[in-house]
Structures are given as structure tokens and as C-alpha cells.
């Protein structure tokens, strides 16, 4: 049977045979180990984390724990063919297996914890495998029923990650580099095989999409055809190191890399020949049920799309009832909250210039902005960690589909430093008054914040992450800026901030407009800008994105919401011991898990808080 023969069927059909058809040679050494004692748990998750780090050796080298022993990691890339998706599959049975099988009993909070984000993540992914077609994030937040779309896949993935993960201090580094761009072909036909199949079911991407992915793809194409950034990459970070590397990375890029492309590239235009417009995974095999698994992994919990469009609904009410009275007091009195905000939103002097001066602006006020918050910082946290940052603009070929900015932490040892990546594709993606609660969001003290303290926790803690805390914390850390005083006299940042907010609000709406009520793009595109005030050329990629990743953008609220009710439980609870260093601490010291045992970490809080 060739790679080529191997169906998302058999995938499912192998895995279910159990592990020991998967296993990597490599396991006969690394493993996973079943000791079922109290002091067997800490040795076993950390075998299930090294196994997931073979499948997927960037991440060892974003966390900068290929070294020593796992030094092989570094010259390798995950498989994104069937079969890799099967060990996968076989690795995360096998461990869910071994996890129920420890007595709980005698462990201690924080090991339990670990064991309940187990079992959480591996179920939940081990339900997504069951799906005919998708990308399943095993402890991450990209799902998507897309292998290969404008912002999903190794033709952006691995570029990116070689340029700005993967280290080149020495000979041994570059000759990595080359042999990771040696397999990235391998790579990139492995997703094809998978694209075809879901071509073959019917499970094609909508058309609006598949036209951004083609053109994308044609730049990344022809860039690699004439031996562009993969080559540059790695001549740019050379020139101490002897060797041959502008050629033998030309020679791969040119011709393997560049033809594996080609492929991907001519499968996309067939399936742009077919494709529909219609934008929500509804209209896909099996949409609805892919829909309720997606919300499902994205929030944490088992909310229907109809609870959670109304939620959406109700609290949008709530933040457009706190910007009106603002807005009123500047002079906006006449028309809707997102009328008004629109109207703020043409105001010149909140607008960037549209070149490399008007980028480099955004990026200094987003580097002020940081600067500012971790002078506040000791007041909201009792444990301070590093906050190992720097502010990059995203890959030319990347920002068409992509969102305004994202962020994470870097790698444990603190030598890849965080990143918060920012879209500067146009200017107009972003105001002055928008920056900050970014800032915060992506950095600090969000997700490059709380990433470094979950770099703190064992090393399955620091690979398994669930949307809704994730992204939820980063809400969270926007709330934070606005408390810690970063819009003090400054009512239009506050504006900044609260439309912030309420534009994950309206993600709940979209979301679940999308892909459970039938919206259309334009509509969607249309009811977002209207309702939040926010441009088109904003809210237009995003609608884009929830349609390439159906509910994970309800995750962001959805998990806010339910860090602000444990902070307002724990303060009702402790009365005048409360305190929010300790609190704040309780939350993102306890690691990135599911909503549920955020709610029992909390817990344990209000019954032992610290003594003061």
C-alpha cells in the first residue's frame, strides 16, 4: 500500500488496533511507561509528552528541548500524511488508556490537575480523528476541517517556523535546517494526499477561500521556484559558518520544495473548479456534527449553537451599555454603538500612513504600550515570570489570510523569545486606539505571559492548551491593561478596549451564524462591521478565518466570561482576604485547562488561600 492508497479510513481502522502498530522504532527507548504507582505518574507523563514531541518535532524545537538525548529533533518535521495522523491517533489511545488506570487518590492537586488535562485533550482530539476529514490540534486551538487553506498548512506553517523558531548558531544548526527543507516535500505531499481525500468526499473548502490559499500558494511557489526566503533564511543567519549553503539550500528549494508546491498548487485550482460559496461547514459531509465537535473543543464545554449565539447577543448588550455614556461624553450622540464607533473610526488622527513609516509606528507604540504594563505588573501578580518578548511583522505571504496579530511564549530555556506577530499587510487593519488592549492580548500579560508560566509546569502541561483558557486568559490580560489604569484619562483607548471586547462578543454571533444558522460571508461580513463598528478590511479576514476554523474563535469569550465568575465567586467566597495578585496567580499558575478544572483550581484557592 503507498502513501498515496492510505485513507483517512484506514487511519481509523489501524488506530483502533491499538498502539503497538504505531509505535516509533524510537519507543523501544522512549515510550511510554505504564507504572501505575503514585510515583510512577510523573515518569509516565512525561513519556506521553516526549512520544507527542517525536510526532511533532517543531514543537521540541520552539520549547528548545531538542538537545542532548533529543537532539535527532531538530533535523526532522512532524508527518502530516495519514499515517502520521494514525500514530497520532495510536499514541493519544494508548496514553488515555494508561491515565484512567492510576488511583487518584493519593496524588497531589497539581498531578490530578495533569491527569484531568489528559484526559480532556486526548478525548476530546481521539473524538476529532473519528471525523472523515480535518486537522485535529491535539492540546491546541487549530482545528479545521481544511488540511490546506489561506491560513492552515505546511506551505505557511514551515516556513515560518524554520525562519523564526528553528536556531542557526552553528554547522550543526544549518546542516538541521537543510535537512528539515530536505523533508519538507515529504511534508507537504503527505497533506495532499489527505487534501485529495476530502476532495474526493466532497469536503471542499469555499470558494472565497480557496481563492486566497491559490493566490498565496502561487507566491509562496514561485518565491521557492526562484530560491527566495527558505534559501535567504538560512544564508542570512551563515555568513560566520563555513559551508555551502546559499547552493545546497537553493538546490533543495528550487527543485523539490518548489515542485511539491506545484502540486499542492494544481490540486487547490481543481477543487476551486467545484467548490461552492457557501461558507459554513453545514454545507460540508457530516457539517453539523463537525460543528458541534469543533464548539465543543474550542469552549470546553457542551453549549449548543444556539446558547452560545445568544450569549453573544446578551453580552454585546451589556459592552455597547458601557461605550455608549463614553462615546456621548466625546461628542458621538446620534446613531447605533457601531454607527458611532464607525464615525470614530474615519478620525485621521487614529490612522496609521500606509508604508514603512506608518508600520514602524504601530510597532513602537505596541512596544511602548508592553513597556508600560510590566512596570504594573507587581501589582496584579505575586510571582513574576520574565515575559520574554519581541514584536515581528507576520510573512508577506502569510498576512492576506491572516489576522490582525497573534502571540506565544517562547522556549523554555528562554532562548527563542516570545513573539508577538503582527499583520502589517495594510495599515488599515489597526488604530491607534486598537493597539494597546492588543499588546496585552498577544504579550503581556497574555499569551506570551502566560506561556512562560506554563514553560514552568511539566512538559505535558507546557504541549497541551485549551482555546478557551488560552484565549480566554488573553481577554482576560485585556481586562487587566483597563484596571491597571492603561486608559486613565484616555476615554478613547477605553473605547479602544471595550470594542475589543465586544468584538469577541460578536464572534459568538458569527461563528454560530456561520456555520449553524446558514449565514452567508457578506452577510457576516456585513452584521460584524455594522454592529461593532469595525472596518471591513478587518472584519472581512476574520469572517474568513471562522469560516476555515469553525468555533474556535467562541472560544475567546466564552473562556473570558468564566474567568471574570471565578474571580467574582472567589471575592464573594474570601471577602476581605481576597486579593487579586493571589487569585490572578491561582489562574494562570494552575496552567492552561479546560473550563471545568479552572473552576477546581479556583477552588482550591478560596479553601487555602495565602497567608498574608
Not at 490540486?267 to 460540508?284: F, N
Amino acid at each position: 500500500m503507498t502513501s498515496l492508497d492510505f485513507s483517512r479510513r484506514d487511519l481509523l481502522r489501524m488506530a483502533g488496533l491499538g498502539s503497538a502498530a504505531f509505535l516509533l522504532p524510537s519507543c523501544t527507548t522512549s515510550g511510554l511507561r505504564h507504572d501505575f504507582t503514585a510515583s510512577g505518574v510523573d515518569a509516565f507523563l512525561d513519556s506521553v509528552a516526549w512520544r507527542l514531541l517525536e510526532l511533532s518535532p517543531e514543537g521540541a524545537t520552539s520549547l528548545g528541548v531538542d538537545t542532548g538525548a533529543h537532539a535527532a529533533l531538530r533535523s526532522r518535521l512532524g508527518d502530516r500524511s495519514p499515517r502520521g495522523q494514525a500514530q497520532v491517533a495510536s499514541v493519544l489511545r494508548e496514553a488515555l488508556q494508561a491515565a484512567r488506570r492510576f488511583d487518584t487518590a493519593p496524588l497531589s492537586a497539581e498531578t490530578r490537575t495533569s491527569l484531568a488535562v489528559v484526559e480532556s485533550a486526548f478525548s476530546t482530539a481521539l473524538d476529532g480523528f473519528a471525523l472523515p476529514y480535518g486537522d485535529v490540534a491535539v492540546g491546541g486551538w487549530r482545528n479545521t476541517p481544511y488540511v490546506v487553506i489561506q491560513n492552515v498548512g505546511g506551505y505557511l506553517d514551515t516556513p515560518r517556523f524554520l525562519d523564526g523558531d528553528h536556531p542557526v548558531h552553528d554547522a550543526a544548526d544549518a546542516e538541521a535546517y537543510l535537512a528539515r527543507l530536505a523533508v519538507f516535500p515529504a511534508q507537504l505531499d503527505g497533506e495532499l494526499v489527505r487534501l485529495k481525500a476530502a476532495g474526493r468526499m466532497g469536503a471542499i473548502a469555499p470558494s472565497f477561500l480557496l481563492d486566497k490559499a491559490i493566490r498565496q500558494m502561487t507566491q509562496t511557489q514561485a518565491d521557492a521556484a526562484a530560491g527566495g526566503d527558505l534559501v535567504q533564511s538560512l544564508v542570512r543567519r551563515t555568513t560566520t559558518i563555513p559551508g555551502d549553503w546559499a547552493r545546497r539550500a537553493t538546490a533543495t528549494v528550487t527543485g523539490p520544495v518548489a515542485a511539491a508546491l506545484a502540486r499542492q498548487l494544481d490540486e487547490l485550482k481543481a477543487q476551486r473548479a467545484r467548490a461552492s460559496d457557501d461558507a459554513g461547514i453545514w454545507a460540508r459531509p457530516r457539517g453539523e456534527e463537525w460543528y458541534a465537535w469543533g464548539l465543543r473543543a474550542s469552549t470546553t464545554t457542551r453549549r449548543s449553537p444556539d446558547e452560545v449565539h445568544q450569549i453573544g447577543l446578551d453580552q454585546l448588550a451589556q459592552l455597547h451599555a458601557r461605550m455608549d455614556p463614553i462615546l456621548r461624553k466625546l461628542g458621538y450622540t446620534s446613531g447605533t454603538v457601531g454607527e458611532r464607533m464607525t464615525a470614530l473610526g474615519t478620525d485621521k488622527r487614529f490612522h496609521f500612513s500606509n508604508d514603512d513609516k506608518g508600520r514602524a509606528e504601530i510597532i513602537a507604540l505596541m512596544q511602548a504600550k508592553i513597556d508600560f504594563i510590566r512596570g504594573k505588573l507587581p501589582q496584579a501578580f505575586r510571582t513574576l515570570v520574565r515575559g520574554n518578548l519581541e514584536i515581528r511583522r507576520l510573512p508577506a505571504a502569510e498576512e492576506p489570510g491572516a489576522p490582525g496579530a497573534y502571540g506565544g511564549a517562547g522556549s523554555i530555556d528562554g532562548t527563542v523569545p516570545g513573539k508577538i506577530w503582527i499583520n502589517l499587510g495594510s495599515t488599515d487593519l489597526h488604530s491607534r486606539y486598537s493597539l494597546p488592549t492588543l499588546a496585552f492580548h498577544e504579550g503581556i500579560p497574555g499569551h506570551v505571559w502566560q506561556g512562560e508560566y506554563a514553560n514552568r509546569l511539566p512538559l505535558i502541561r507546557t504541549l497541551l492548551a485549551f482555546n478557551a483558557y488560552s484565549e480566554g486568559w488573553a481577554l482576560y490580560a485585556e481586562t487587566l491593561g483597563d484596571e491597571l489604569g492603561a486608559y486613565d484619562g484616555d476615554p478613547v483607548g477605553q473605547l479602544g478596549y471595550l470594542q475589543s471586547i465586544a468584538f469577541r462578543a460578536c464572534r459568538l454571533v458569527v461563528d454560530t451564524g456561520l456555520h449553524a444558522k446558514r449565514w452567508t460571508r457578506e452577510q457576516a461580513v456585513d452584521w460584524f462591521s455594522k454592529t461593532n463598528g469595525s472596518s471591513v478590511a478587518e472584519v472581512a479576514p476574520e469572517v474568513d478565518r471562522y469560516c476555515s476554523w469553525p468555533g474556535q474563535a467562541c472560544g475567546y469569550k466564552m473562556g473570558h466570561s468564566e474567568i471574570l465568575a471565578q474571580r467574582e465567586r472567589a471575592r464573594t467566597a474570601l471577602g476581605a482576604r481576597f486579593d487579586l495578585r493571589d487569585f490572578n496567580d491561582a489562574v494562570v499558575g494552575g496552567g492552561n485547562v479546560p473550563l471545568d478544572v479552572l473552576a477546581q483550581n479556583v477552588s482550591r484557592y478560596i479553601a487555602a488561600p495565602p497567608a498574608r
